[in-house]
């Protein structure tokens, strides 16, 4: 059973940074699409940043190019989220997620559609 567990979650105040991991259980896909998606309270859950593992692509979405980079350790099934100059718009429950194999990197080029997830973990910024 694949499962995906996300840690290094927290506060912190406005131009901080933070680093999200995601840890992969019984993941065996090696060509597939992975990264983050957040969700703020009363808001619809939103795509933040992916990678296509073959090519080693990434993409954000606007609000956090130049902040944010995606980022995976192959050797120790572990997916990161490096996020520097947090602002409160930040503020939200973060989850990864991954497709099983990719058959097309056009399905990796942005905001994708993950087959499994994280449980989320929450990452507030105060002003």
């Known amino acids: 059973q694949v499962q995906l567990r996300e840690s290094g979650g927290g506060s912190v105040q406005t131009g901080g940074s933070l680093r999200l991991s995601c840890t992969f259980l019984?993941?065996?896909?090696?060509?597939?699409?992975m990264g983050w998606f957040r969700q703020g309270s009363g808001q619809e859950r939103e795509w933040v940043a992916s990678?296509?593992?073959?090519?080693?692509?990434?993409y954000y979405v606007d609000s956090v190019k130049g902040r944010f980079t995606v980022s995976q350790d192959k050797a120790e099934n572990t997916l990161y989220l490096q996020m520097n100059v947090l602002k409160p718009e930040d503020t939200a429950m973060y989850s990864c997620?991954?497709?099983?194999?990719?058959?097309?990197?056009?399905?990796?080029?942005?905001?994708?559609?993950?087959?499994?997830w994280g449980q989320g973990i929450q990452v507030t910024v105060s002003s």
């Open positions: 997620a991954a497709t099983e194999t990719l058959w097309s990197p056009d399905l990796c080029a942005g905001e994708f559609v993950p087959t499994y």
């Open positions: 990678l296509n593992t073959g090519s080693r692509s990434t």
């Open positions: 019984n993941y065996r896909y090696s060509r597939s699409c």
